[in-house]
């Protein structure tokens, strides 16, 4: 059985990759098998029946900026100028009974030490014994697979987004992925108050067939394809303030920034990040009068790919983006060689800002507020709400369970608690110190804690706060409150799909990827893509239109 | 001269091994004598030599023969976590689909129309080189070319396409020349057109000076006396290369194409792989890239299996059908027959 889910998020690996999957069929595709092969979903009332419930908590920091709920059920992050100088507990009684798990989650640090100081720190605020065990994350795609398939899984195991086909968790739901309905479904949750605090959107990507198996981590309440962004710093020297609202300005303020004899191109290719202001329906598949379509069918991704064309064409893109070469360091935008780029909204923090300033001191990121290319009121698709989801082992015993989600619960504490801060920075004089702008890890600290580890088990909704650079958390919280009221989930949003073997190489659509990026940066015509549609609808995709119809969206899930 | 069968009637413990008769190029064994040595006796002789090449067997065994098991995903819907032996048979399913995708037959022309042109472009450079080289007299001047000219080939390709792109891109050391001088750019990098030209010269610039040194050893054993008494008879200059150099080196050059025919499926996939965005699928995309996109990149390893098997197919062919030629032409090809 192929399994994707209908989102991507593939965080800050490969983030123009993951967009650039939004409008292809769909990326997260494997060639898989086994007796059944043939695919599913789950159905919206199976889902709503055993979808936790929600319960803001009480009891955690209190935000500079707090949650704004607007269109399609999204609820902006939190934002927190400062670390919070008191820190509020939020979980009271005993979490663990003595009991010893394992987890696995990827990390992109060195790999701790396996007994240390940080871990045992966390195990005595337990009352039990988790040991990580932190894969590297480059690999983490080819270690899992021989766990699963020796029949070896830990006890507790984190799966990225993004691998979710190469795991086929689809296929692990319920034979080897213990089922937490009973546990959390519906009224349950509210045993784990950190837990119940989790979006719903969140818990729907734990869901396989009407059951619910994860444990959401890192859940944004509004996570969206990204925006675009300029360099505020360079058009304040300029004097120039943008006021974009249509497609036309925007290209408008290109020519006036473009200076290639100065080396410097207004724009960095960003096709992707166009589809929003052109009405292009990301997730890859769209709804017209209750039938399922292909985003590739859409009349306005047209339109925006000749309207990319026009940029390139009239040399207002780097012609390096042009060439797709993505890498460098400082990249073209930090270096101020391009002014305006599209890019997730997770390139918009602290750790940008401290390149961009070593890059050019004064670097300042902007994102335009959101518009559409006719003026009219402008959509921003919302997509998959976690990226990151943990599974418990179904050879745990309902004890054993119960244990692991108090142990989750205690991971899920809000940003700024006693427990966040001792799971992410350790004990305090020995991992980390105390600034003025936030505890700052010590050479042990960076060791042992610089992985978040406990965070990929389970943890809060995701918050904004930029170590020493309020201003950006300012902007970025600003820029999600006027956002979210034109937010629009992108269809079959938070729903893992398994879709049948034969359809694989049909949903990758890797053919139709490249022939919009050729006819985006003027290589070729139009044409070029409607045929590579043409032939691609004809090779199954609209076979696989018609499965998606039959099994997704005729039984309500759309 | 033919040579008549090497000894094989002396018994071979005998025969020193260091005065073996000299095997002329042209001295095909006109009958090679059916040896009448036991296979006990030819292992004690050849021991050392057995054992010398184990490792390298071994090397061979587990990175180039076990690992041609894994073909068999290109007869099944593989899934790593079910392994070879679990995922789902689909027989010719894959190929089936393969044959009729349009993508494919294009990387499978592009690869050919690449091998081509890198074939009748860059083949001949090498030789070119080693033959200007060994004119030079100097040993200093000599070696100072040779670690100029080998330098590249340790470079990666990311460095060298890096380094077309910087002097020669969009951006580059030249177009930003040309447009402050008010003159129009030159599209090198991104020009499908000519994509197949820029890919033999950076190969050109990357790998030539590497690919002189068989040609060198090929020269030098040619030996001095020839060129004195051709010169001695009058030959001037151009008559020894004709008629001296060149038959010296053909045994070479033919065995260097035979190998170029194998490989000429290969035509440089991390070259295309980087480049492929440049100029876009139309003319980057060959069979090894396409493997990659539409096989380990769409998760689709079954599908990708029946690419590369094809194209190792056609490249036993190729190499089947180029050693037969050579062997027509009297040379002795991959081995002697």
Sequence with gaps: MSSTTAFTRRGFLTTSAAV??????????AACGNSAGKGGASTKQGIQAVLPTFKPLANGATPDFPSVSGAGGALTNPGFLKYPTTLPKTVTGKVGSGGTYTGVAPSWNPIPPANNAYYDAVNKALGATFKPQPGNGNTYSTIIPPLIAANKLPDWLQVPGWMVSTFNIGGLVGTKLADLTPYLGGDAVLEYPNLAAIPTGGWQCGVWNNRLYGIPCHTDGMSTAGALFYRKDVLDAKGITPSVKTAADFKALGQELNDPKGGVWAFEDSRVYLYQVFGVPLGGWYLENGKVKSANDHPQLLECLDYCAQLAKAGLVHPDSLAGVSASNPSRFNAGKTLIEGGGLGAWNDGDAKSGIAA???????????FSHDGSTPTIGLTGASGWVSYLNKDLSPDQIKECLRIANYFAAPFGSYEYNLINFGVEGVHYTMSPDGPVRTADGSNTAADQIYNFFGSSQQQIYNAGYPDITKATAEWYADTVKYASPVLFRNLNITVPDQYSKVAAGTELDDAATAVARGKQPMSHFQEAVATWKSAGGDALTAWYQTNVVDKGLS | MAVMADGAAVPEETRPE?????????GRDPAPAKRQISLRVRLRRDKSLLIMIVPTMLVLLVFNYLPMFGTISAFEFYDPIYGFFHSNWVGLQNFNQLFGDSAFWHAFQNTLVLSLVQLILYFPIPIALAILLNTVLSTKLRSFIQAVVYLPHFFSWVLVITIFNQMLGGAGLLNQFLRQHHMATWDIMTNGSTFKYLITFQAVWKEAGWGIIVFLAALAAIDPALYESAAVDGAGRWRRMWHITLPGMRGMIILMLVLRLGNALNVGFEQMLIQRQAVGP?????????????????????YGAAAGLFKGVISLILIFAANKAAHRLGEDGLYRK
Excluded: M, W
């Design chain 1, 20 to 29: 650039g999957g939004a409008i292809a069929a769909s990326p997260l595709l």
């Design chain 2, 282 to 302: 139309q003319h980057a995309e060959v069979l090894d890239t396409f493997a990659y996109y539409y096989g380990i990149s769409g998760n689709n390893f079954g």
């Design chain 2, 18 to 26: 260091t005065k073996a008769p000299p095997r002329e190029r042209e």
């Design chain 1, 360 to 370: 050019k001191p004064g670097y300042l990121r902007q994102a335009f507020p959101l």
